[in-house]
């Protein structure tokens, strides 16, 4: 079956760090965007970045920028979320998937699978 599974979340301080990882299974990475999105309790689903298939174009959400990092491994079949500085505010379950479109627009984003929940709390 053709499955994307993020994971890596949990609970961190403010200040602190998560590395979120995308594993693909069913079908070669390679040949795709990928980007990540996120929905906080009460809000909208909303892009966070994303990563073209040769990594040679990447976008960032202004609320991420300068903080979040997105890569890929296509030997692994993976894709990466790097996050410092975590903020209370990036508290949201955070989805990977593939970007269908031809830009890094939430429209763009295909279906996603159950997210892993990152959750930035004193």
């Known amino acids: 079956q053709l499955q994307l599974v993020e994971s890596g979340g949990g609970l961190v301080q403010p200040g602190g760090s998560l590395r979120l990882s995308c594993a693909a299974s069913?079908?070669?990475?390679?040949?795709?965007?990928v980007g990540w999105s996120r929905q906080a309790p009460g809000k909208e689903r909303e892009g966070v970045s994303c990563?073209?298939?040769?990594?040679?174009?990447?976008n960032y959400a202004d609320s991420v920028k300068g903080r979040f990092t997105i890569s890929r491994d296509n030997a692994k079949n993976t894709v990466y979320l790097q996050m410092h500085t975590l903020k209370p505010e990036d508290t949201a379950i955070y989805y990977c998937?593939?970007?269908?479109?031809?830009?890094?627009?939430?429209?763009?984003?295909?279906?996603w699978g159950q997210g892993t929940q990152v959750t930035v709390s004193s």
């Open positions: 998937a593939l970007i269908l479109g031809s830009s890094c627009r939430i429209r763009d984003f295909g279906s």
């Open positions: 069913g079908f070669t990475l390679d040949y795709h965007a």
């Open positions: 990563i073209s298939k040769n990594s040679s174009s990447t």
